[in-house]
C-alpha cells in the first residue's frame, strides 16, 4: 500500500484528506490519486506538515469549545 505514513497520521489526527487537499488548494479527487502511487518524499513531508497544522488547529478549536 503506497503512502501509509500520510494516511495513517490523517487518520490519528482525526483530519481528513478532503481537509488536506482543500489547504493544498486542490480538491479531494487529486488527492486521492497522488496517493495512489508513492510521493516523493519532499511532498509526503509538505502533506505531512499541513496534516499536522490542520490537527493543531482541530485542538485549539476543541479547547476554545471546551471539549
Known sequence: MCNVEVKDRAMQAGVRLWQVADALGHDDSWLSRKLRKEL?????KHILSVIDKLAGANRAKAEKAGV
Open 40 to 44: 516523493p518524499e519532499q511532498e509526503k
